[in-house]
């Protein structure tokens, strides 16, 4: 991949990410697969409408194994479960969903970075009953729910580090175009 600065906007945003989570982790009190990049170096930017949903899947080996996504918008929910692959190896592994409330981040790291699957179900409404079984539930700062609330337009931004990636070499800068007299 060749590397392109991030828009002044989004590039302030990664570094304050980033320093957020590099604190706890040269204290050691998160892992400290943080520590080996510098910088965030790619950002994707999803939007859901209500109704819409990303089908399971893993980020692979592509990026670093540590991946933050800020959540703008609505709530959902995500569901990570184990990989087959995994599961062979340790059967006694269990698959979890997190509520994701308006304006968090989720940090995605190491083990369940490499041995879950996350998705998000295509619904409109989530009852109450899906959120208090959520692993996090008790942590949300939300307290009170109707017994269904509706799923409205939600953008996703989610933070990775490309491994293998390069600075665009200066002189691609200078090359004419071809086939304009
Ligand atoms: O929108 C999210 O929270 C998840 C996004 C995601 O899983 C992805 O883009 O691969």
Redesign the pocket.
């Known amino acids: 991949m060749m590397q392109e600065p991030l828009p002044a906007w989004l590039s302030g945003l990664s570094k304050a990410i980033h320093s957020t989570l590099l604190a706890p982790a040269q204290e050691g009190l998160v892992e400290s697969s943080l520590q080996l990049f510098s910088e965030f170096n790619h950002v ?1 930017v ?1 939007e ?1 409408l209500p109704g819409q949903g ?1 089908f399971a ?1 893993e ?1 692979g080996p592509f990026y670093h194994p540590m ?1 933050a ?1 800020l ?1 703008l918008g609505s709530h ?1 929910i ?1 569901n990570y479960r184990p990989k087959h692959s995994a599961l062979e190896t340790d059967p006694s592994l269990k698959g979890f969903s997190l509520f ?1 409330e308006p304006r968090s981040l ?1 940090v995605m790291s190491e083990k369940v970075y490499r041995d879950f699957t ?3 179900e295509p619904k409109t409404a989530d009852r109450v009953s899906c959120l208090t079984e959520c692993e996090n539930f008790s942590q949300c700062a939300i307290k009170d729910f109707p017994s269904e609330i509706q799923r409205g337009a ?1 953008i ?1 931004l ?1 933070f990775r580090h490309v491994k293998n990636s390069h600075k665009l070499p200066r002189i691609l800068g200078f090359v004419k175009p071809m086939g304009n007299k």
């Open positions: 994707l999803n859901y990303i899947h980020d991946v996504t959540s959902t995500i994701i989720v996350h998705e998000i939600r996703s989610t």
